[in-house]
Structures are given as C-alpha cells and as structure tokens.
C-alpha cells in the first residue's frame, strides 16, 4: 500500500488492468463493453505477455463449433475431468465458472476480436483413461489475422520466439507444420508452403519489418489489441506498477495503483478496482528458486516465457494482505527445451512439444538409457526428467536421438526436416551428427556400448509394434502425436539410418502454476479465504485452475481468456456509473 506525494500526477478511471497478454485484454474488453472506462498497463516496451509467444490454443468446454459439428460434450464431463486431473487441489467453484462460462468467453472474443476459431479436431484430452476425457472437441485454435489491422503499432507487438520463425519474422501456423514435413514428398505441400515463402519475401521486399501473416498467440494478441483500439481502451507501455492504493473508509479495498512511467509517477484512481495480469514470475529466479524443487537442488532450468514476467503481480497483491496458493501438483506448466546458439551471442530455446512422439526418434539419459514414454505429454515429460539422479556432482544430461531418416521427415527440435539443410546447426552445435552410434556416443560422453544396447532393443521393440518398456503409443494422446502413415505403431520405428543425430534437452516452462488465491470470478482471496475488494487476479498471476497438472492443450491461454472475461465481467457489475479517464 501506498501514500502520495503532492507532487503525484493523478489520472481516473474505472477499471486499471496491469498486463497485456490475453488475460489482461479480455477483462479489459469484457468491462469496456459492459461500460467501464479502462486503462490497460504494460511495464515493458511490447504487448503481448506470454501469450503472444504461444501456441495460442484454448480449452473450450461445450463450445458452440462442437455443437455444430455433432460432437457431444457436456459440462458435467467436463467437469469430472478437470476434478481427475486436479486431484487434491481440486476447486469446484473455479471450475464450475469455467466450464459453465467458457463458451460464452470464446464467443465474445471471435465478436470482439473479428477472428473465427475452428475446432483442433487432432487435439485430445491428454489422460484418455480420466473420467470426461475429450477427443477433439474441446480444443480450439484461432484464424490467422492480417498483422496490418495494427497499423505502425505491428512493431510494438511482442515476436514469437525466433526458433519457431523462419528468417527472422515468418510465423508457421500449427496448421502449416504438416505441409512443410511434406516438401519434395507431396505436390500440394510444397506448392503450399512455397507460396508461404512467396508471400513472406513479398512483405519484406516492400518494407515489413516481419511476415504480415501472424498466426498463433501471436495473431490472438494481435486482434485483442485491435479490438481495444476500436473499443478507445488506452494501452500504454513502459509502465510500472510500484503499488497499489488502498480505499482508507470501510470497507477496505483496493482503490488504485501507483505507476512510474516515463520518468514521472503517476496515481491511478480506478473507482472498480485493479486487475492484475502480468504473467506469474518465471522470469524471477529467486521465485524459482522458492518454488522448483529442482532449482533449489541446482539443476538448471529454462523458462520460455518472457524475462519480464518477475512476480510483480504477486508481490503487489501479497503487499495488501492477499495469499498465495502452492498446494499444486506442480508450480509450472513443464516443458523440455533445447538451446538453440544464436549468431550474435546467446541461446534461444525451443520448446518440444510433438517431436518426441515420432518414429525413429528416442530420448536417453547421459547414461545412454531411455528413461519414460516419450510421447507423453511435455508435461509429464518434464516430470519424467526431474525424477532422473545425475551422476555425482554433476546434473543430469538428456538427449534426443534420431536416425537420418527419421531427422529429415520430422526434424529434430530447431533444426529442420528436409529439404532444409543442416548444415548451420551442426556448426553452432545444436545439432551434433555423427556416422554411426558409437561415435555419436563418444561425441555426446556416454558409454558408447549401452547406447547401442538401448537402440538395438528398441529397435525390436519398435518391429513388434509395442514398448514393453513404457508403452510408448498404447495411448491415444501418444498415437496422436505419432506419425499416422507408420505402422504398427504410430509412435515406435527403429533407428538404424546413419548418419544420427542428437540434441540436448533441459527441464523448463511455458509460465507458472503457483499464483494468488482467487474466487469462481478472479476476486484475490486474502488468507482468511475472504476477497480483497476490488482487486482481480488472472492469467497466471492466479494459481492454475487445473491444480498443477497440465492435462489439455489450451488450458493457460483458455484459462486467461475465460477468467479474464470473468474479472472484467464481475468488476462491472459493482459500477454505479463510470468516471472519464483523462
């Protein structure tokens, strides 16, 4: 809580909403349009949050492009396996809101944003055996948006991440990765992406700074922000939050926000409150250091979210009496990554979300044993990875190996399938290739012998068809993932095309799981359970609505834009009348 000085600029409005991710611009479109004045803050220079680094996928239960396909869903199953999922940390409220009010959020951000989104028809429920589980019917992704609906403003949209781009600015849509495993092997693929290709040198050829094609997080950000242009919501940068103010009269509630920008400190009255929406702190180590088990060991880590995002919603929140809740599952959503060496200096990781699933590919320990399914979820994976001892002092080393075949029809995490060559990544390192098995093994320091014991038995494995030892493709999650034209396993083929190749994984996250306590509508709780008035918490500065378990595509993005709706939804309902903002 803070005082003023005299010298404090003061500025009013209704809502104050800090963050500019999904989250953050559905609650402030959802009060704008119900007739608050909002103001929507952002501390870094570009808007976009985490989401605009995603995959951008929601988790819709009972959505209406179900309903018109003839595919059954209800809120009762979906319901029963939000409950298995979460287990222990199970919240009915929470999760009775979303799932009754889900579909009603999707449906005002395609009217808001002007973007249709179509069912993920190959996405499934990943725990198929979980009561209420779904086969594409929930998830859903968004329509790609004409970066120009932002005007000068394209430039201050937050990148993807450069991994998952091509020369720089080229977004490849989820629907674009199967045309391009195709170049040189299907005609229609390769016309396909060579238009792509086409369109992309075009934009830059006439001085687009990046691809005008934004798919993905990115191009649901991109519609947000141009939907709160068209609903008059300023969106300022460079804005720091120091602290909130308090409402001294009884009852308390939080009235406002301190904001130093631009040099200057500026006092926010906001008549109905602040919603805070800035991310969860997985660029915070200390943070990390206080909630991933695995990091307090000294093992390293790799967020893939933006550095940015530090804590400060928490910290606000926690410094006017609200609670953290930590009795999750897990503190973040888990994904293993790889570093990708970057020409000027540095890394930029890549998440591998599908890879593993592939035939002819296997993920090893630095003992050269495999270690769990590999197709399961990047979640468990993750999990997977932590249960494994390093040797001595040293942590754990992990590897994803793939035969030359198996590489050049899939890729292997960055580097590309063919006909892209490799060249590059065997350079920087990335990608390490040798002839044979053994002297891949000597490359990567690890006894050579046992490594060639793990693939000579999966191998059999795979040409039977079943992994005895993890049941890699019994699941339909696996077989999903997997390679549909291979058979008879989807997710098994054997590795035996020189020249291999390997790259190096490493725990990380896609954001954190470990937030403020919050009601069924985004109200904060304070430690007594009680709501602190007027005060909103979503996206993942709140804690996961899932209980720590990640058991669906599109439920951190799903979750931001539903509880979003939500906490706009609920502040309006206070207001009496709204109060220009200057």
């Known amino acids: 809580m803070s005082r003023l000085s005299s010298s404090t600029e003061a500025v009013e409005c209704d809502l104050l909403v800090v963050g500019s991710g999904a989250a953050g611009f559905m609650a402030a479109l959802s009060a704008a349009q119900a007739g608050l004045k909002v103001v929507l803050l952002e501390k870094t220079e570009t808007i976009g949050g985490t989401t605009a680094l995603s995959e ?61 989104y179509v069912l993920a028809t190959g996405s499934i429920d990943y725990h198929q055996k979980m009561p209420g589980a779904s086969s594409g019917v929930r998830a859903l992704k968004a329509g790609i948006v004409d970066g120009r609906i932002l005007g000068k403003d394209l430039v201050r949209l937050r990148m993807p ?34 238009g792509l290709v086409a369109r992309y040198a075009l934009e830059r050829a006439t001085g687009h700074p990046r691809g005008l ?68 702190f997985p660029g915070a180590r200390e943070l990390r250091e206080r909630f991933y088990p695995h990091v307090q060991q000294g093992r390293t880590h790799h967020t893939l979210a933006p550095s940015s995002n530090t804590g400060d919603g928490l910290g606000l929140a926690q410094a006017v009496g609200a609670a953290l809740q930590t009795g999750l599952s897990r503190p973040a959503a888990w994904t ?107 490359r990567l320091q690890m006894p050579a012998a046992t490594l060639m014991d793990t693939v000579t038995h999966f191998n059999t494995l795979a040409r039977s068809g079943t992994d005895a030892d993890f049941n890699r493709g019994a699941d339909p999650y696996d077989r999903a993932n997997g390679d549909a034209t291979h058979t008879p396993n989807p997710c098994l083929g054997s590795l035996r095309q020189g020249p291999f190749h390997a790259v190096r994984l490493w725990p990380g996250d896609i954001g954190t799981f470990v937030g403020l306590a919050t009601a069924a509508h985004g109200e904060v709780l304070d430690a007594k359970r009680a709501p ?18 990640y058991p669906a595509a599109g439920i951190t993005v799903g979750a931001a834009m539903v509880y979003g709706y939500l906490a706009g939804r609920r502040a309006a309902e206070a207001t009496v009348g709204g109060t220009p903002c200057n």
């Open 161 to 194: 991440l450069s991994t998952t781009m091509l020369w720089g600015g080229m977004t490849i849509a989820g629907e674009d990765l199967p045309h391009f495993f195709k170049v040189g092997r299907s005609l229609r693929s390769t016309l396909k992406v060579a």
């Open 213 to 280: 094609r934004l798919a993905n997080g990115n191009g649901v950000i991109a519609a947000l922000w141009a939907a709160a242009k068209r609903r008059g919501i300023p969106v300022l940068t460079g804005a720091r939050v120091a602290s909130l103010t308090m409402d001294e009269a009884a009852p308390a509630r939080v009235s406002g926000a301190v904001v130093q920008m631009e040099g200057r400190t500026v006092h926010y009255r906001a008549h109905r409150g602040v919603v805070l929406a800035c991310g969860g």
């Open 532 to 549: 602190i008035a007027g005060l909103y918490a979503v996206g993942n500065d709140a804690a996961s609505f899932m209980g720590g378990t």
């Open 336 to 442: 293993p990554v790889s570093l990708v060496p970057q020409p000027g200096g540095g890394v930029v990781g890549f998440p591998h979300y599908i890879d593993r699933a592939k035939p002819g590919i296997i993920a090893v320990t630095h003992e050269g044993r495999r270690f769990t399914n590999e197709a399961a979820s990047y979640h468990d994976f993750v999990h997977a990875m932590l249960g494994v001892a390093g040797t001595g002092p040293d942590e754990p080393a992990f590897w994803l190996i793939a035969d030359h075949r198996a590489q050049r029809c899939y890729g292997l995490g960055a580097a590309p399938p063919a006909p892209l060559p490799l060249g590059a990544w065997q350079r920087s390192g990335y990608l390490v290739s040798a002839p044979s098995l053994a002297e891949l093994a000597a």
């Open 56 to 116: 951008g996928m929601v988790w819709i239960p009972g959505n209406r492009q179900a309903k018109e396909a003839g595919l059954h869903d209800s809120p009762e199953d979906a319901l029963a396996y939000i409950e298995a999922a979460a287990g222990a940390a199970f919240e009915r409220e929470r999760a009775r809101a979303y799932v009754n009010h889900s579909a009603a959020a999707l449906a005002f951000a395609e009217k808001e944003m002007g973007v249709r």
